[in-house]
């Protein structure tokens, strides 16, 4: 498949779209306009208005139907029909999910399956084909397919994700859309990044495979295959420790010294060292040597699906190479304790200096003192210069939460 096909700007005007409220009656033009807090949005909703500015609207088909959860302003939309269509768009296990989330997604496809989805908690929403799924049928040679779409909220590095569905319920691809500069180079990255792991990780484990990458409309557009279990393994699913470790020797670069790593230039580059003294930090742990590898970026259990004895990990958006072992323990860590209930970012870097040591002790690397303390600040330090990544795009009504501003004390106390 071709990454310099040509494509058109398609777009739809207020006429060409009707809505309607979740029991089914068409909504007027004004009404269409008008959001649930009053704002005025052409497509009914600040996510919509976002997500049609962002995959364009096609002008050549009928309108299709969307259930849009939560109504007010959807963060995912779901293809009411075809029902396979709509029951393989609510298909996405991931090991994050509880007991009452795994039961209600099995409700929830039970009813798409019946074509009772319509009937669900959500607001029905019509629009056109989208422009950028029209165009990926015809790349990809698919005569017909459907969207789910995850908008997600507010948050820095929002950016559409859609499920390429057939009507027949199989799914082809999932795409991600970089819209801004901050979110094009995430896509690019993860491209980049899956390329490179091709065939490079053992058995137990799985990853998507780029099947189509270009820029459309002045975007970045990255297609990739879903991951899924071929057949059960007679066999436990890997475990943290050796999935961390598996991704970072698929590019392992072997021991260095810590003032021999090119991050530290990469940070001097994108305002790392305006809150955390690299140079105090350099002289300390200069000497000191780590293994270094690949990192995934953010291995947590809501990016990865262990069932029937293999791994499946998606979201490599935020992979880099030239880290060191252990950074992708230390983030586990990390969010597992700042997404859980009353957890803050405070709480979080709190549980990772008290526990940090363990963490990484238990990847059997016989690390000193000093390098488990080492390869923290360094930690700490790359989470200072995502943030500072992330800092480049902003939302209206979105709170920044003062990550930055907490570890910046913890790293000086500890460089003295």
Avoid at 194 to 204: A, D, F, N, V
Avoid at 278 to 298: F, M, P, S, T, Y
């Amino acid at each position: 498949m071709s990454e310099s096909l040509r494509s058109t700007t398609h777009g739809a005007s207020s006429t060409d779209l009707e809505t309607a409220n979740s029991a089914g009656r068409p909504v007027s033009q004004t009404e269409q306009a008008q959001s649930l807090d009053g704002a005025n949005y052409q497509y009914g909703s600040e996510a919509l208005d976002w997500l049609v500015n962002t995959v364009g609207l096609s002008t050549d088909q009928l309108n299709i139907r969307y259930l849009g959860r939560p109504g007010s302003n959807p963060s995912l939309l779901l293809p009411v029909a075809p029902a396979r269509a709509a029951a393989a768009a609510l298909r996405r296990p991931h090991d994050g999910r509880d007991r009452a989330e795994i039961a209600k997604t099995i409700a929830a496809r039970m009813m798409a399956r019946t074509g009772l989805l319509r009937f669900g908690s959500g607001r029905i929403v019509e629009l056109p084909q989208f422009a950028l799924v029209e165009h990926l049928a015809s790349v990809m040679g698919e005569p017909e397919l459907r969207a789910a779409v995850t908008l997600g909220g507010l948050r820095r590095n929002r950016k559409p994700v859609l499920q390429l569905i057939r009507p027949d319920g199989r799914t082809v691809g999932f795409v991600k859309v970089g819209w801004s500069p901050m979110t094009a180079g995430l896509v690019y990255n993860e491209t980049a990044t899956l390329k490179l792991m091709e065939g490079r990780l053992p058995k137990p484990f799985r990853v998507p495979r780029v099947i189509h990458h270009e820029t459309w409309e002045g975007k970045q557009v990255g297609v990739v295959t879903p991951v899924t279990n071929r057949a059960p393994e007679l066999r436990r699913p890997p475990t943290t420790v050796e999935t961390v470790l598996a991704i970072a020797r698929a590019e392992s670069l072997g021991l260095r010294a810590v003032n021999r790593m090119w991050l530290f230039e990469q940070w001097r580059g994108n305002g790392v060292a305006e809150h955390i003294d690299l140079e105090r930090l350099a002289e300390k742990r200069g000497d000191v040597q780590v293994e270094i590898g690949l990192w995934h970026g953010d291995l947590t259990p809501w990016n990865q699906s262990s069932r029937l004895g293999t791994l499946l990990i998606w979201d490599w958006e935020f992979a880099g190479r030239g880290r060191p072992i252990g950074f992708d323990a230390l983030h586990q860590l990390f969010e597992l304790h700042r997404r859980r209930p009353g957890g803050t970012n405070q709480s979080a870097i709190t549980a990772l200096t008290r526990n940090s040591s363990r963490v990484l002790g238990e990847l059997g690397l016989n690390l000193s003192k000093t390098q488990a303390d080492t390869i923290l600040e360094l930690y700490l330090a790359e989470l200072v210069s995502r943030e500072q990544q992330l800092s480049k795009q902003r939302w209206s009504g979105y709170e920044e939460t003062p990550l930055t501003s907490i570890i910046v004390p913890e790293m000086i106390k500890r460089l003295g």
